[in-house]
């Protein structure tokens, strides 16, 4: 099966600063990769997502690569600001059965300082 | 914006006792799912649930657990039985049909099995 390493787990970073965090995952046939945002209490919830047929996709301060090759995949924040602090999820998936089921990454807690 | 729904947010419940969660997927959606997450690791996957029967299921979903969609617009999570390790939030998604593999979540059922 499907098997998604996500790191950093923690990444503090100043407002205004960028962070990234990386994914990789181990099944080729994955061509769906959701990046979820999970506040304390909260869902998880869908921010951006990227297709296998593309390598780049951005909306805002927010994007994503995708490096199919070597089976990796990257969220990428600028400016970022204090409420962009949450526990971040990568995921991998691709249809089986007729449904898209996520492999979901370990999380990376973003803490941003005022 | 339609939403996922989930009640009850918080269950305490003894061991062995049998819970329901449950979800209201957003309305024009066909496809559902359950997920959950123990406290401080990935969110995991469950069920899958299309036209009335499960499409997919995890190895976590033994015989203890079962899924219902009693009307036309809930969905439910039964644990027959439950263990101290059921604790943990329960989350549901659903996706709709144009979009398969973009899954919505609700905010999460928080269990506590004492």
């Known amino acids: 099966g499907e098997n998604v390493e996500q790191h950093p787990s923690t990444l503090s970073v100043q407002e205004g600063d960028s962070a990234v965090i990386k994914c990789t995952y181990s099944?080729?046939?994955?061509?769906?990769f959701p990046w979820y945002k999970q506040e304390l209490g909260k869902g998880p919830q869908l921010i951006i997502d990227?297709?296998?047929?593309?390598g780049e996709k951005k909306d805002q301060r927010i994007a994503v690569t995708l490096n199919k090759t070597a089976k990796h995949f990257s969220l990428h924040i600028t400016e970022t600001q204090p409420e962009d602090s949450a526990v971040y999820f990568c995921?991998?998936?691709?249809?089986?059965?007729?449904?898209?089921?996520?492999?979901f990454g370990r999380g990376t807690s973003l803490i941003v300082h005022p | 914006e339609p939403e996922v729904t989930q009640t009850p947010s918080h269950q305490v419940t003894q061991m062995g006792q049998e819970v329901i969660l449950r979800c209201v997927p957003i309305?024009?959606?066909?496809?559902f799912y359950w997920y959950r997450q123990i406290l401080g690791q990935k969110v995991e996957f469950l069920v899958s649930?299309?036209?009335?029967?499960?499409?997919?299921k995890s190895e976590i979903f033994d015989d203890q657990f079962s899924v219902e969609r009693p009307d036309g617009s809930n969905f439910t999570l039964k644990i027959r039985s439950t263990k101290l390790e059921d604790s943990a939030m329960y989350f549901c998604?659903?996706?709709?049909?144009?979009?398969?593999?973009?899954?919505?979540f609700g905010p999460g059922t928080r269990l506590l099995v004492l």
């Open positions: 998604a659903s996706s709709g049909r144009q979009t398969l593999e973009t899954q919505y």
């Open positions: 099944d080729s046939a994955s061509n769906y």
């Open positions: 990227i297709r296998s047929n593309v």
């Open positions: 995921a991998a998936s691709s249809a089986s059965g007729g449904s898209y089921i996520p492999t």
């Open positions: 309305s024009n959606h066909l496809y």
């Open positions: 649930f299309y036209n009335n029967e499960i499409s997919e």
